[in-house]
């Protein structure tokens, strides 16, 4: 079941998503976490490290793992995930490094190291709350539109307009790998919540599509629709189609 709740701003939805991840942390210390890289989720990490540092929460004994991450970027690149995780998270809150994993970009033998990813995330089990922010063209992490919903992580390529959104944190568009390990869909809906972030106009539309419309491996995100428990914490003009379309019922405030 997927419940969208109302926010006027980004930073609104990002605090009400914190205090769901909270809940979550408070209800299990030990809670397996799913962390997601990309603007979206950046005013909830703000959040959760403003609620580590006034006391009212901590991840010590939080496990994580993120969804993906580019192919050919070290960690210590300021646009791989591993980094942004650092610089947005890790950093400014108690988790213990050690237990924070992502797939590395740099492994020699990218198909190895998503056995390796698909084996670890087997022997941690589910996440009990998984992030995920949502691509112009429906991805969550990197599963691309295509014909099929990947069951585990995979050595995937990136479409054009992935290339094209994500040239503007690099120098040029040459830069920007044109490939990724990412989690797969069967990985990412085995969590027991979900929570899916969405921010501005430029998400209007897919988050329409993915949230009420046909469930197709073509947008991916549609998946969701089909999974127990997802709340979307989105601000105003990304809930904007929605709220045309589907009437204030649709929300919840
Ligand atoms: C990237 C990431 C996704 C992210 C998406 C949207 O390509 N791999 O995990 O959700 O882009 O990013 P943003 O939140 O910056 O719009």
Redesign the pocket.
């Known amino acids: 079941m997927v419940k969208i709740y109302y926010s006027k701003t980004k930073e609104e939805a990002g605090l009400k998503a914190a205090k769901s991840v909270a809940a979550t942390i408070d209800a299990k210390p030990t809670a397996l976490l799913g962390l ?6 950046i005013p909830m990490y703000t959040e959760l490290a403003k609620m580590y540092n006034e006391g009212k929460l901590s991840f010590k004994d939080c496990v994580s793992v993120n ?2 991450e580019y192919v050919g970027l070290s960690p210590d690149h300021d646009q791989s ?1 591993a980094y942004f995780m650092n610089d947005n998270l890790f950093s400014k809150i108690d988790i213990d490094i050690a237990k924070t994993n992502l797939p590395s970009g740099i492994a020699p033998d990218p198909v190895a190291e998503c056995e390796r990813y698909n084996a670890l995330l087997n022997t941690l089990g589910p996440q009990d709350v998984q992030i ?5 063209n429906g ?4 599963n691309e539109p295509s014909d099929r919903f990947p069951q585990k992580t995979e050595l995937v390529y990136l479409t054009e307009s ?1 290339v094209k ?2 040239a503007r944190f690099f120098a040029s568009e040459k830069d920007v790998p044109t490939s ?1 390990l ?1 989690m797969g869909i069967g990985q990412i809906l085995r969590a027991k919540k979900i929570i899916l ?1 969405a ?1 501005g106009e430029a ?1 209007a539309e897919i988050l329409d599509k993915a949230l009420f419309g046909d469930v197709t491996p073509r947008v991916p995100a549609s998946i969701l629709q089909f999974a127990d428990c997802v709340e979307v914490y989105a601000d105003e003009e990304a809930l904007s189609v929605i709220i045309a379309k589907h009437g204030e019922n649709a929300v919840i405030r």
């Open positions: 997601a890289t990309g603007s979206s989720p969804l993906d995930y995920l922010g949502i691509g112009h991805h969550i992490g990197f992935t959104a994500n990724a990412s972030l921010n998400k």
